[in-house]
């Protein structure tokens, strides 16, 4: 099935302790998003990229980065995690029209320590 | 500034009661509208779109522009509805704005 895949699906870090959370889908969606949701509280954007482009949210700490090798791959690094940063990690992708809904990744789930 | 409101963080109701999840939104230009749902334990997903006028699993959402409100309604809820519900538009910078959630429970 097409999908959206996140590895891992629970990370341990340790405070301050560089950290790749990783996607993959097999949608050929050109849009890929990134975001963050905490204990019962919305998915918040972090960034997206249309196709190459990056798009990074006013409010995402410099903390975050992304990278998107090609496609179907997307990347997000978190430099010196902060137990602040401790949270579910979505990924999802879509097509770029605005009426195209956006398929998630069942997200991973981040602890530090 | 763009912005969703979901005034029930929590809304319970017994089986084959009519249920609606309030949603309203301020939003720049003419935003698609969505409603998202999270069943326990499984990934957020679509459950209708406004320019689809459809009816899934029963819900129905009306656009309304003069209120900018856009509720989801159904008229029997079942307990198979249980989850969180995020109301969210998007618009041409292919972002959702997601609202802050309904988790609405459905008593047997």
């Known amino acids: 099935d097409a999908m959206v895949i996140q590895n891992p699906r629970y990370q341990v870090t340790q405070f301050g302790k560089p950290v790749t959370l990783s996607c993959s889908q097999t949608?050929?969606?050109?849009?890929m998003y990134w975001y963050q949701q905490k204990s019962s509280q919305a998915p918040k954007l972090l960034f997206h990229?249309?196709?190459?482009?990056?798009?990074n949210e006013a409010d995402t700490p410099d903390n975050f980065q992304s990278r998107r090798p090609n496609t179907s791959f997307c990347f997000l690094d978190i430099r010196s995690p902060g137990l602040g940063d401790a949270a579910m990690y979505l990924c999802?992708?879509?097509?770029?029209?605005?009426?195209?809904?956006?398929?998630f990744g069942p997200g991973t789930r981040l602890t530090v320590l | 500034a763009q912005r969703v409101t979901q005034p029930e963080k929590l809304l319970s109701v017994f089986k084959g009661a009519p249920v609606e999840l309030k949603c309203n939104y301020s939003?720049?230009?003419?935003?698609?509208l969505f409603w998202y749902v999270q069943y326990s334990r499984q990934r957020l997903q679509l459950l209708l779109r406004?320019?689809s006028r459809e009816s899934i699993k029963g819900f129905t959402a009306d656009l309304n522009k003069g209120e900018t409100s856009f509720h989801l309604k159904k008229p029997f809820a079942q307990e198979e509805d249980s989850a969180m519900y995020y109301c969210?538009?998007?618009?041409?910078?292919?972002?959702?704005?997601f609202g802050t959630g309904t988790l609405l429970a459905v008593q047997p």
């Open positions: 406004h320019i």
């Open positions: 939003y720049s230009g003419s935003p698609e």
């Open positions: 999802a992708t879509s097509g770029d029209s605005a009426y195209n809904e956006q398929f």
């Open positions: 969210a538009p998007r618009g041409a910078t292919n972002k959702l704005i």
């Open positions: 990229y249309y196709d190459k482009d990056f798009n």
């Open positions: 949608l050929n969606h050109n849009v």
